[in-house]
């Protein structure tokens, strides 16, 4: 059984917004097809878990958001990179090492967007009115009549009631969101990255040495996060 739409949809929302965001920009290519795949294996392991402790266990596991977030950040860098290839003009150092500077920026942008985004609809769930929703879809199939459907409403909304008064913030994820999905420690080395480039004479080919060296191309693919996530679930 796959955990209930009104969790997974918010959680679901701002990555698949990655994916569209690529997509209108024409973005392609092994980092984008990486990118698909996190996501669509995101949707998966909500459809194989029924209990949200247990899906978030097996995507922190996997790394799945680490996946999705340096593989998203890296097809905006490719894309840079191949709007420079296009043009002989633009094709030096200093602006190779420029558009690679601004695809950083721009992934920070999303994460943040991304992020706050997830945040206000974790935090807006009208449990009444998606119960309705789901209700409305299971008679226009005809999976229940219309009579049941009234009748499901209402048990349903004195159930919703009745756990609201137990528990006010019963149907508000957004802690979960802020755990989990909390990208400060993912923009960190990113800016890091940006700071590295944004020295005086630096040149592509010591960024991209320099990076390596220090493993700093390795701290901005996220192990900080998914250990954290871990942290947090197994508390």
């Known amino acids: 059984m796959p955990i209930d739409k009104m969790m997974l949809d918010p959680l679901l929302g701002p990555f698949k917004n990655m994916v569209e965001d690529c997509k209108s920009k024409n973005i392609s290519g092994e980092h984008f097809d990486n990118l698909v795949a996190a996501v669509n294996r995101l949707e998966q392991l909500g459809q194989e878990h029924s209990d949200m402790n247990a899906f978030n266990a097996a995507v922190m596991n996997e790394g799945v958001y680490t996946n999705i977030s340096n593989h998203y950040s890296r097809a905006l860098s490719a894309q840079k990179t191949e709007e420079l290839n296009s043009d002989d003009s633009n094709f030096s150092d200093e602006n190779l090492l420029k558009m690679v500077l601004d695809g950083l920026r721009g992934a920070i942008a999303e994460l943040k967007r991304s992020y706050e985004e997830a945040i206000k609809v974790a935090g807006s769930h009208d449990p009444v009115a998606e119960q309705k929703m789901g209700l409305d879809y299971l008679q226009r199939t005809g999976e229940i009549s219309a009579s049941d459907a009234k009748n499901a409403q209402k048990a349903g909304e004195k159930d919703i009631e009745e756990t ?23 923009i960190k080395p990113i800016q890091d990255l940006i700071d590295l480039g944004e020295e005086p004479g630096m040149t592509l080919p010591k960024f991209l040495r320099i990076q390596i060296e220090k493993g700093m191309d390795k701290a901005a693919e996220g192990m900080v996060v998914q250990r954290d996530g871990q942290e947090y679930l197994y508390k």
Do not use: H, M, T, Y
Not at 164 to 174: C, E, V
Not at 177 to 185: A, D, M, S
């Open 164 to 186: 609201l008064k137990k528990k006010p913030a019963a149907f508000d994820s957004s802690v979960e969101v802020e755990v989990l999905q909390n990208p400060e420690k993912l």
